[in-house]
């Protein structure tokens, strides 16, 4: 079995067109195992770099982002630093974040696809979102 990938490949539930990438490493790795090929670690360790997590904001914390997002968002292609360590003073998280949240959405309006989400527009909304104190005092459910 292990000298034929393609029956190796059935027998993990799986085919060259499910994951044409992982079958060309199981081939790989096959003939690694049968003598034919000499193993280069390189072909099997995991590129990290590419890897990348998702944040997640709370209600409050992207009723900020979107605030200053909005106010913000046409007057240059970067954002200027000092807006981004006073949203990072306000919701307390990291410059990284603050600066891939960011450009993501300029990604979305360059793309077509941006959106407030219903539950930050609402808020917003009475919020009144030029200003840097809200209208009238705002429960926020953090979930």
């Not at 990438?21 to 995991?46: A, D, P, W």
């Not at 006073?86 to 300029?106: F, L």
Request: hydrophobic residues 35%; aromatic residues 12%.
């Amino acid at each position: 079995m292990i000298r034929m990938p393609k029956l190796l490949a059935v027998g993990l539930n799986m085919d060259y067109y499910s994951d044409p990438g992982l079958f060309n490493r199981l081939s790989e790795l096959c003939k690694v195992i049968m003598g034919q090929e000499k193993m280069i670690q390189s072909h099997y360790t995991e590129d990290t770099s590419m890897i990348k997590t998702k944040i997640s904001f709370t209600n409050k914390e992207q009723v900020t982002l979107f605030r200053y997002f909005e106010i913000y968002k046409h007057e240059a292609k970067t954002i200027n630093s000092q807006v981004i360590t006073e949203i990072c003073q306000q919701i307390n998280r990291t410059e990284k974040e603050i600066k891939q949240w960011w450009y993501n959405r300029r990604s979305d309006i360059r793309d077509n696809t941006y959106i407030i989400p219903v539950n930050v527009k609402l808020v917003l909304n009475e919020y009144s979102i030029w200003s840097a104190q809200p209208q009238n005092q705002i429960q926020f459910d953090d979930k």
